[in-house]
């Protein structure tokens, strides 16, 4: 296993609604990014947060948005639900050093949303 | 058109055949290459990285061709618990982000 954990593992929300998703890096990583996976697709960049700032993001709307704590574990929330926001939400950690991102991703098993 | 393609399969093979994934991907600052490994209903996983002179681990082999912006991964005796979607990843100059395929799925049968 990775040591990434994400919780919970799956929610039904009905659209309008807020969620949050909670993730616990793998010891010793110090940057956390978010994706969403759509069914049959590929995983969707959504933000990367290192140092608890955010520090790069994809193509999401505003009402997707993050932390990162002191401990390196993370939050995404999601405000204002849409009936396309259902998909898996996955959760990476890596190491970053100040040659950048070496592109190993550990990956939690993932939140599965339903929105209704 | 997205910036890297597969073929989404699925390919259906015996055990012990030889199987080959190709990828595309558009942009031309990709700097870095990898295949990731989903199997079903969970997390991906890295399969091994991609370089310029080509590379193996054990039954599988990847090869990069970057005039052409192509990348393979080709798998030798098939087994059973190779089944399971392969994702083609770039990781471009400058970005935080991988960029993920949409996955070829392999199902290897008895």
């Known amino acids: 296993e990775t040591g990434v954990t994400q919780s919970p593992t799956h929610l039904i929300k009905t659209r309008g609604q807020q969620v949050t998703l909670r993730c616990s890096s793998q010891?010793?990583?110090?940057?956390v990014s978010w994706y969403q996976q759509a069914l049959g697709q590929g995983p969707q960049f959504i933000f990367q947060?290192?140092?608890?700032?955010?520090?790069g993001r994809g193509n999401f709307p505003p009402r997707f948005s993050g932390l990162q704590f002191p401990n390196y574990s993370s939050e995404l929330n999601v405000n204002a639900l849409e009936l396309d926001d259902s998909a898996l939400y996955l959760c990476?950690?890596?190491?970053?050093?100040?040659?950048?991102?070496?592109?190993?991703?550990?990956f939690g098993e993932g939140s599965r949303l339903t929105v209704l | 058109r997205k910036e890297v393609e597969q073929d989404p399969g699925p390919f259906n093979v015996p055990e012990g055949a030889t199987v080959a994934f190709n990828c595309t991907y558009s942009?031309?600052?990709?700097?870095?290459f990898f295949w990731y490994r989903q199997d079903c209903r969970k997390e991906p996983k890295l399969l091994m990285s991609?370089?310029?002179s080509g590379n193996e681990d054990g039954r599988f082999t990847a090869q990069l061709n970057r005039a052409s912006q192509y990348i393979s991964l080709l798998i030798r005796d098939s087994k059973l618990s190779d089944s399971a979607t392969y994702l083609c990843?770039?990781?471009?100059?400058?970005?935080?982000?991988?960029?993920f395929g949409s996955g070829t799925r392999l199902q290897v049968q008895p």
């Open positions: 990476a950690s890596s190491l970053v050093r100040q040659g950048g991102n070496t592109g190993e991703l550990f």
């Open positions: 010891s010793g990583h110090n940057t």
């Open positions: 947060y290192y140092r608890e700032e955010e520090n």
């Open positions: 942009n031309s600052a990709s700097q870095s």
């Open positions: 991609v370089y310029s």
């Open positions: 990843v770039v990781m471009v100059t400058g970005r935080r982000a991988l960029t």
